[in-house]
């Protein structure tokens, strides 16, 4: 064990650095970095023998449950790459590299998953006793750009681009010099790891050879924005279920073998990675998305989701009987009549009357782009309390309605049935007048009982073609002031190819209002600027390469003013864009 002086370690790649970086490399944190000591070489086949051949493989106490769990699963006996080649017991093993099977290579480090690395870690404790106050880990993150070659460290790459050496040097070059490594393909496999010269604080095989596991989950850097071109690379896995790997191995080449590489995988997945030991007497300064490491992360990773879904239902503001009189009123503007209570308090040739209806004129502007009738079937997406599935229904067969809400789809379903709803009018502070909904002319109860109205989730369209009885496909789809309301618009999107049918139109209406609080930045489909050329990125541009992408052609564009009332005198004005797309 070779002993490190700590510092403070600054991680992030710059914005104007003149090479292809993913989303998550982009971005700052400073890491405060205890005093640690890491092993000279990564942890060996050889060493790894030990073991294996000690029991490690049966032994519970060595594995996190997760680790446990897999190891059962998948019958681990020893790594994936050895071969058993003797009787059995006798621990005599060959290794399958790329291209063959060849006599065990004692002096290579081992290619293992995380869970067998903090195995390993856990009976070399359990064997050498503490070293230091804490027990045997694996490095972390800012822990490897400490022992990285100072020539070729974050800090030289940022004063000059030619210390991030994949910048100037081919794979034939990489083994040459000082600082020579196996990386960027230098050579097809391992190598003894000793082979190399070691970095300015006696470590070998700090960069290449093979990745090496650390204690972070995949984790973002701060003022990190998801790039556009690929939105999903890097937030789907921070989830606390990918740790990251650092270094690059024989293989890696680009960006996978930069100084400012910054890559991950799922704890039981190979990627030609191995580990070198690592005690301190502070704890490992890792990131971690949930308390702890991947031991039991699973269960707080669980009870987060769970203590998440129980804040949604209870904050959610569309349950609110407020927000319920507000989208009755929106939705049947008609109500009040009897009251003598006009929607918007008349006030001459300005009055904004043409801002009422929305719901309707969105049903009739599907109408009227005509989709082709194949089995005159619609879908309402974030129907609300129905006013547009109503109007929906005196034009098609069967109108399938769904909301997130449940306080509005259970009055939807109650005007249905041909209960008469009542709600409150605001007029002036906490004066409201009590006024019944009237439904728009033509809608009976023949045109009520087309409707299936159910509650659901827009980012569940996909699994409702399997899982949802009768839900079928559709010649229109509306989406209503939803898009950017969703958690994940891209899961409603990518499900319109499953429930379009071929010439079926989807009517999409926005003010592409986005907001953190529904939506997380990384998820906009625009309203930000490109975090690399600063170009500003527009909802609109980006939702025409989507559909066109997934095969529609765009058949309409207009801009569609809604108006909702607070009370009497205060309302809001809203310009939605309203397109219409057409299935090929």
């Given at each position: 064990m070779v002993p490190v002086e700590g510092r403070a370690v600054h991680l992030g790649k710059p914005l104007d650095f003149p090479s292809y970086g993913w989303d998550n490399e982009y971005g700052e944190r400073t890491v405060e970095v205890p005093n640690f000591q890491a092993s000279k070489y990564m942890i060996t086949n050889g060493e790894f023998w030990q073991f294996v051949a000690e029991g490690g493989y049966r032994n519970k106490e060595y594995w996190c449950d997760d680790g446990w769990a897999w190891r059962q699963y998948r019958n681990m006996k020893w790594p994936f790459f050895w071969k058993p080649l003797g009787?059995?017991?006798?621990?005599?093993?060959?290794?399958?590299?790329?291209?063959?099977?060849?006599?065990?290579?004692?002096?290579?480090?081992?290619?293992?998953?995380?869970?067998?690395?903090?195995?390993?870690?856990?009976?070399?404790?359990?064997?050498?006793?503490?070293?230091?106050?804490?027990?045997?880990?694996?490095?972390?993150?800012?822990?490897?750009?400490?022992?990285?070659?100072?020539?070729?460290?974050?800090?030289?790459?940022?004063?000059?681009?030619?210390?991030?050496?994949?910048?100037?040097?081919?794979?034939?070059?990489?083994?040459?010099?000082?600082?020579?490594?196996?990386?960027?393909?230098?050579?097809?496999?391992?190598?003894?790891?000793?082979?190399?010269?070691?970095?300015?604080?006696?470590h070998n095989d700090t960069v290449g050879n093979a990745w090496e596991w650390t204690e972070d989950h995949f984790n973002p850097l701060k003022n990190f924005e998801a790039h556009h071109v690929y939105d999903d690379f890097s937030t789907p896995c921070f989830d606390g279920k990918h740790s990251m790997i650092v270094g690059g191995s024989f293989m890696s080449t680009g960006d996978e073998a930069s100084v400012f590489a910054r890559f991950h995988f799922r704890p039981h997945f190979l990627q030609h990675s191995g580990f070198r030991l690592v005690v301190s007497d502070e704890d490992a300064p890792a990131t971690h998305l949930y308390h702890g490491s991947f031991a039991g992360q699973a269960a707080a990773r669980d009870e987060t989701s769970v203590d998440e879904a129980n804040d949604t239902k209870t904050n959610n503001v569309y349950e609110s009987d407020s927000l319920l009189s507000m989208y009755l009123g929106l939705h049947f503007p008609l109500s009040g009549a009897n009251e003598e209570v006009d929607p918007i308090l008349n006030h001459g040739t300005n009055t904004p009357n043409h801002g009422l209806r929305f719901p309707q004129r969105v049903a009739a502007l599907l109408c009227s782009l005509k989709p082709a009738r194949?089995?005159?079937?619609?879908?309402?997406?974030?129907?609300?309390?129905?006013?547009?599935?109503?109007?929906?229904?005196?034009?098609?067969?069967?109108?399938?309605?769904?909301?997130?809400?449940?306080?509005?789809?259970?009055?939807?379903?109650?005007?249905?049935?041909?209960?008469?709803?009542?709600?409150?009018?605001?007029?002036?502070?906490?004066?409201?007048?009590?006024?019944?909904?009237?439904?728009?002319?033509?809608?009976?109860?023949?045109?009520?009982?087309?409707?299936?109205?159910?509650?659901?989730?827009?980012?569940?369209?996909?699994?409702?073609?399997?899982?949802?009885?009768?839900?079928?496909?559709?010649?229109?789809?509306?989406?209503?002031?939803?898009?950017?309301?969703?958690?994940?618009?891209?899961?409603?999107?990518?499900?319109?190819?499953?429930?379009?049918?071929?010439?079926?139109?989807?009517?999409?209406?926005?003010?592409?209002?986005?907001?953190?609080?529904?939506?997380?930045?990384?998820?906009?489909?625009?309203?930000?600027?490109?975090?690399?050329?600063?170009?500003?990125?527009?909802?609109?541009?980006?939702?025409?390469?989507?559909?066109?992408?997934?095969?529609?052609?765009?058949?309409?564009?207009?801009?569609?003013?809604?108006?909702?009332?607070?009370?009497?005198?205060?309302?809001?004005?809203?310009?939605?864009?309203?397109?219409?797309?057409?299935?090929?």
């Open positions: 009787p059995q017991g006798s621990h005599e093993y060959g290794l399958r590299t790329i291209f063959e099977e060849i006599p065990m290579q004692w002096d290579w480090p081992v290619d293992c998953t995380y869970y067998e690395s903090k195995a390993y870690c856990r009976w070399k404790t359990s064997k050498d006793g503490l070293l230091m106050s804490k027990p045997y880990r694996v490095l972390t993150e800012a822990e490897h750009q400490i022992i990285r070659h100072s020539e070729h460290n974050l800090d030289s790459a940022r004063s000059s681009s030619s210390a991030d050496k994949v910048m100037t040097t081919s794979g034939m070059d990489f083994p040459l010099g000082e600082t020579g490594a196996n990386l960027n393909m230098a050579y097809s496999s391992h190598n003894p790891v000793d082979f190399f010269n070691p970095s300015q604080t006696g194949t089995n005159n079937r619609v879908l309402d997406v974030g129907c609300a309390v129905g006013g547009s599935s109503f109007e929906l229904a005196k034009s098609f067969d069967h109108v399938e309605a769904f909301d997130f809400s449940g306080n509005f789809v259970a009055a939807a379903k109650r005007m249905q049935s041909g209960e008469q709803l009542t709600f409150q009018i605001p007029i002036e502070g906490d004066i409201y007048e009590e006024v019944s909904v009237v439904q728009e002319p033509g809608v009976d109860a023949t045109v009520m009982n087309k409707i299936h109205f159910f509650q659901g989730d827009a980012c569940s369209l996909s699994e409702y073609t399997e899982t949802k009885e009768g839900f079928g496909t559709f010649d229109g789809v509306i989406l209503s002031n939803l898009l950017c309301r969703l958690p994940d618009p891209m899961t409603c999107l990518t499900a319109m190819p499953q429930i379009v049918n071929e010439g079926g139109v989807v009517v999409m209406v926005t003010p592409f209002t986005w907001l953190e609080e529904f939506t997380p930045r990384s998820k906009w489909l625009g309203g930000f600027h490109d975090p690399v050329s600063q170009e500003p990125m527009y909802s609109k541009d980006k939702l025409k390469e989507i559909m066109e992408e997934l095969g529609f052609d765009k058949i309409h564009e207009e801009q569609m003013p809604l108006v909702i009332r607070e009370h009497r005198r205060k309302y809001q004005y809203i310009i939605s864009e309203a397109t219409g797309w057409r299935k090929k």
